[in-house]
């Protein structure tokens, strides 16, 4: 074979291998985009709803049209997760990823843009509060942050203790979950960047925002400086942008009528990215 005709082969033996892995790319595609139609297309079984109302009794205030999309979606963060039992917790069964899984979608079944939260690859479980060696945020020490009840790292990972899990679960009127703070978190650092900015729409948008919740991030700084009334919302949304962002997603989906009374136009903008309107839940 002359090095012409050798050349000519390896280009074809280029070529058919290349449309070979195109076609396996394809089908591999396909039967993931299958897999989950069927986990969107499923309801919460009997079983999976007394769960849920001992658990995350607020999922019972979802309108019926957004039931079954909660459920789509909790089934895909269930299934399409890696969930790691850590700290000597034995496994996270079905029923925390459940638990787990309900609550991180609430936030997400009113916008298609960030609903499977793409970024998320792993959720980390401890038992309790935990200290960890993981990722870090801020450039904080080991010394300086505690015991921690959860936390969100850039690289696409949640952790979570368990006990804060289920205490903010079924406590859902008091403006505190650690899931929902974390799952906030993590569409904040879609772009690697904790800075209390989610990806928006556009510049009209990002600059809206920008005026709207720094204006009330500055406003709560000053409030929290203030040892007479508490504000309304958890002083501790005033340590950082990033962290007012998670504080709010917390009062949004649990007090929201409060919220939307307190700060009508905080409320607007978290209704506008999340496209939710939590507060006629209640009406």
Same mark, same amino acid.
């Given at each position: 074979?002359? $090095?012409?005709?050798?050349?000519?082969?390896?280009?074809?033996?280029?070529?058919?291998?290349? $449309?070979?892995?195109?076609?396996?790319?394809?089908?591999?595609?396909?039967?993931?985009?299958?897999?989950?139609? =069927?986990?969107?297309?499923?309801?919460? *079984?009997?079983? +999976?709803?007394?769960?849920? #109302?001992? #658990?995350?009794?607020?999922?019972?205030?979802?309108?019926a049209g957004l039931r079954?999309?909660?459920?789509?979606?909790?089934?895909?963060?269930? +299934?399409?997760?890696?969930?790691?039992?850590?700290?000597?917790?034995?496994?996270?069964?079905?029923?925390?990823?459940?638990?787990i899984a309900a609550q991180a979608a609430i936030l997400l079944v009113g916008h298609d843009s960030h609903r499977f939260l793409p970024h998320l690859k792993s959720i980390l479980v401890y038992p309790g509060g935990f200290r960890d060696l993981g990722s870090r945020r801020f450039g904080i020490d080991e010394e300086r942050r505690g015991v921690l009840q959860g936390e969100s790292?850039?690289?696409? *990972?949640?952790?979570? *203790?368990? +006990?804060?899990?289920?205490?903010?679960?079924?406590? $859902? #009127? !008091?403006?505190i979950n650690v899931v929902i703070h974390e799952i906030a978190h993590q569409l904040d650092q879609y772009n690697s960047i904790a800075d209390g900015v989610p990806k928006l729409a556009g510049p009209a948008d990002y600059a809206r925002w920008s005026e709207v919740l720094g204006r009330g991030y500055r406003e709560?700084?000053?409030? $929290?400086?203030? !040892? =007479? #009334?508490e504000p309304f919302l958890d002083p501790y949304g005033a340590t950082h942008p990033c962290e007012f962002f998670a504080v709010l997603s917390e009062a949004f989906v649990e007090t929201p009528g409060e919220l939307l009374a307190e700060h009508p136009d905080l409320y607007g903008e978290l209704a506008s990215f999340y496209g939710l309107d939590p507060a006629a839940w209640d009406q």
């Open positions: 074979m002359s $090095s012409t005709e050798w050349g000519a082969a390896i280009a074809v033996a280029a070529l058919l291998a290349g $449309s070979a892995a195109f076609l396996l790319r394809r089908a591999g595609r396909r039967r993931l985009e299958a897999e989950r139609a =069927e986990r969107l297309a499923r309801l919460f *079984s009997a079983a +999976e709803e007394q769960i849920l #109302d001992r #658990d995350f009794p607020r999922w019972r205030a979802l309108p079954q999309a909660h459920a789509g979606t909790t089934r895909v963060l269930m +299934e399409e997760k890696n969930y790691e039992p850590c700290g000597g917790l034995a496994e996270v069964t079905e029923e925390m990823k459940l638990v790292w850039e690289t696409g *990972s949640v952790v979570l *203790s368990w +006990e804060s899990v289920v205490a903010g679960g079924r406590c $859902s #009127d !008091d403006g709560l700084v000053e409030q $929290s400086k203030i !040892d =007479e #009334d």
